[in-house]
């Protein structure tokens, strides 16, 4: 048996102890609500000789991301995590990060971005980061932000990646609900991370380098862009990979989505994070009512997983796509649902996509409002551009 | 430490780096990194500016140590991590040569937008030397204001105008805010003084902890005057008390240069382009003014000194 404990705790707490077991060598992060709970339950580990880590407590999240760029350039496995207004924070240095091909983890606990000043939930923090060159993990709850951390530093630090990863789990919904979670001993976590060799580090004493060189005159930037691309498609194999030797190792498998009735769906509802258990929540009880609505849970949203996605959903006419953050585009849609349209427009069978938004600021997300959804896509009776779930308006 | 001696030792930032010929900055650099002692590897740091884009244009590197450069307003911040790596590497067992951490960034850099990650840094205490190779404006974007211009000083973006003629404000005594960090070493240096800051790197580097020290190095591009005299300006700082060389171990404040005769102002400014305005008779108020605060300071700093003499 690989699981030795099982423990009723929140989300934070999963993400610490897959820190504790990954032990970085350096972790510079900065307290956010909801995060706050992870650097301190870290620095406790810290504190009391659990691991070996180096710990930097900057004084920004600018400057936790800006040392761990410093510290993953001199060799070291690095970690970092934040929220929200950190997140945004840290914009500037999230594009170095990628661009210097520097594998550092980091758990977002997403929470929406101001004004109005809010604590709560939405993805408006990390989809604002999409184009930043990270990879993302969407985790449905507890366990799967615990496994999602183990996972990402295996598929960052794949020689054919070298790109850092964010872990996404829900404000609140995730990070402070307690779940059961399955943990797994430390030796086998390590094992399966293994150690890290860094490609090149300032550290080596034969080999002084230069990290951040200027582009300035001979133009390799346009090269180096293109080089980033295809390490992203190579990340889409690895996710893979790492996912299924996840599987082999600890008896769950990862994918780029996991569905849920949706081989004879006539309609599917697409959601990332907490939403997607309550979104199959109400998949299940619309069954129960006879209607064939199925569902699909992203987990990987970069690299975009198109033509998987594509394939999965080809034999469905009408799709829901539930957004947790817009994109003000004036048009409808949020980056959810702008990427599986975009990903759909070569497909032979083009499927109705519908954008519904719902949740942002941590508004509550029901059973009830998904139903909606779903209902609405069996009757084929939704409105024009995004429809708004649990706004508190009667008409949207 | 001899001059001769300096001369034979490996330069580790080689030449062909594109800085302007004459440019205070690359003097500053060598002048540091002569003193570092040789059988200790060294991380160089910059921020973005001059120096930066200068040394490092893909696919070269002026640079025979390892180097980091991540962004403008960071540095502190980024070579706080490399150190930090170190440190726990070499807990580890997995690093085993000795390393010192130099930042070098430009006043901008340290005095303005790095200023944050400078001061969290010095808090947290990592072992590292922050040089700010000082020349009092943004030179890399064109020569803007920054918090270590001068009064009266014209730049870009506190150009000489009609109404007002050049920067409207000191300033900042940085340096002092540095020391009040409570750091082990913080000195004031210039590249006219090269066994001063050469001695000074020495102190610096062998602390444990953090140390800055604040290097005058003047820009003729940005300050207007002949690129051979950029030694010869910087000596006239020094010489009118406008930069004063001293330094602050452990929170006592040394003098390290009492001019015989303090020079007054217009020695120094009078061959500067960027005070050519405060040359003329109406603003000779401007000039009085910056003349009466560099007098202010001085005497500040006399007596944190503890040097009572007027010279
Ligand atoms: C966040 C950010 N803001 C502005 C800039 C533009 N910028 C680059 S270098 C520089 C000025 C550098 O001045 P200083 O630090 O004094 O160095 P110098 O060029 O004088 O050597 C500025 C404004 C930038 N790169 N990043
Ligand atoms: S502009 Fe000034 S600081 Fe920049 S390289 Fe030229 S002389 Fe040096
Ligand atoms: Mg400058």
Redesign the interface.
Same mark, same amino acid.
Do not use: K, Q
């Given at each position: 048996m690989t699981i030795t404990k099982s423990a009723a705790v929140v989300g934070t707490d999963a993400v610490a102890e897959a820190m504790r077991q990954i032990e970085p060598?350096?972790v510079?992060a900065y307290p956010i609500t909801p995060q706050t709970a992870i650097v301190e339950t870290f620095a406790t580990m810290v504190a009391n000789g659990e691991v070996?880590?180096?710990m930097?407590? &900057?004084?920004?999240e600018?400057?936790?991301l800006?040392?761990? /760029?410093?510290?993953?350039?001199?060799?070291?496995r &690095?970690m970092t995590c934040t929220s929200s207004q950190g997140l945004a924070l840290m914009w500037? =240095?999230l594009y /170095?990060a990628s661009g #210097?091909r520097l594998p550092i983890v980091m758990p977002n606990v997403n929470r929406t971005l101001s004004a109005p000043i809010n604590i709560h939930c939405d993805h408006s923090d990390s989809m604002g980061a999409r184009d930043s060159g990270w990879i993302q993990l969407y985790s449905e709850n507890s366990q799967e932000a615990y496994e999602n951390t183990i996972q990402a530093a295996r598929i960052a630090e794949n020689k054919e990646v070298l790109l850092p990863a964010m872990v996404l789990l829900d404000g609140f919904i995730i990070s402070h609900g307690t779940e059961r979670v399955d943990f797994y001993e430390d030796e086998k976590v390590r094992n399966f991370v293994g150690e890290y060799q860094p490609p090149y580090t =300032? #550290?080596?004493?034969e080999n002084? /380098?230069? &990290?951040?060189?200027?582009?300035? #005159? *001979?133009g *390799?930037f346009f090269e180096f862009k293109r080089a980033q691309e295809e390490a992203m498609k190579n990340a889409l194999k690895v996710v893979k990979e790492v996912g299924e030797e996840f599987g082999e190792k600890f008896g769950k498998n990862y994918g780029y989505f996991e569905t849920y009735q949706l081989e004879d769906a006539e309609v599917a509802l697409i959601a990332l994070g907490s939403g997607a258990g309550t979104t199959r929540a109400a998949v299940q009880q619309l069954r129960e009512e006879g209607l064939k609505v199925g569902m699909l849970k992203l987990r990987l949203f970069r690299p975009f997983p198109a033509e998987e996605l594509v394939k999965a959903l080809s034999h469905v006419p009408v799709i829901g796509v539930l957004d947790r953050s817009l994109t003000f585009s004036g048009g409808p849609g949020g980056p959810v649902w702008q990427e599986i349209r975009s990903a759909f427009y070569d497909a032979e069978n083009k499927p109705q996509i519908v954008s519904f938004a719902y949740g942002l600021g941590g508004r509550d997300f029901s059973p009830q409002q998904a139903k909606e959804a779903g209902r609405m896509l069996v009757e084929g009776n939704f409105p024009e551009g995004t429809c708004y779930l649990g706004l508190k308006e009667e008409d949207n | 430490m001899k001059l001769k001696e300096l001369t034979h030792k490996r330069e580790l930032l080689t030449g062909g780096h594109r800085l302007c010929a004459g440019c205070g900055a690359s003097i500053a650099v060598r002048q540091v990194l002569l003193a570092a002692p040789e059988d200790v590897n060294i991380v160089v740091a910059n921020p973005t500016g001059c120096l930066e884009v200068s040394t490092t244009i893909y696919p070269y590197t002026a640079w025979r140590t390892s180097y980091i450069h991540s962004a403008f307003e960071n540095v502190a911040s980024t070579l706080s991590g490399v150190e930090s790596a170190y440190r726990s590497l070499h807990r580890q067992g997995k690093i085993k040569d000795d390393y010192h951490f130099i930042a070098f960034g430009g006043d901008g850099g340290t005095y303005d937008i790095g200023f944050q990650a400078l001061s969290g840094a010095l808090e947290r205490g990592h072992r590292m030397l922050y040089v700010c190779y000082n020349n009092e404006a943004y030179m890399n974007t064109g020569i803007q204001r920054s918090g270590a211009t001068s009064l009266g000083a014209w730049t870009t973006t506190s150009p000489v105008g009609s109404q007002i003629p050049g920067k409207s404000q000191n300033r900042k005594d940085l340096t002092s805010i540095v020391a009040a960090h409570g750091i082990p070493y913080v000195a004031q240096a210039s590249i006219s003084h090269w066994r001063d800051l050469v001695n000074k790197t020495a102190k610096a580097l062998s602390v444990d902890g953090p140390s800055f020290i604040n290097v005058l190095s003047p820009c003729h591009r940005g300050w207007r005057f002949p690129m051979e005299q950029t030694i010869e300006l910087a000596k006239l700082g020094v010489q009118s008390c406008v930069w004063p060389l001293y330094e602050v171990e452990d929170g006592e404040y040394t003098l390290n240069f009492k001019a015989k005769n303090k020079k007054p102002l217009e020695e120094y400014i009078k061959n500067q382009g960027r005070f050519a305005h405060l040359m003329k008779e109406e603003n000779r108020e401007i000039k009085d003014k910056l003349q009466e605060h560099v007098d202010k300071e001085w005497h500040r700093l006399l007596r944190k000194c503890g040097e009572t003499a007027e010279v």
């Open positions: 060598d350096v510079a070996n880590t180096e930097v407590n &900057v004084e920004s600018h400057s936790a800006s040392a761990c /760029i410093g510290a993953a350039g001199g060799g070291a &690095v500037e =240095m /170095i #210097l =300032m #550290l080596d004493p002084p /380098i230069t &990290v951040g060189a200027f582009d300035g #005159l *001979y *390799y | -």
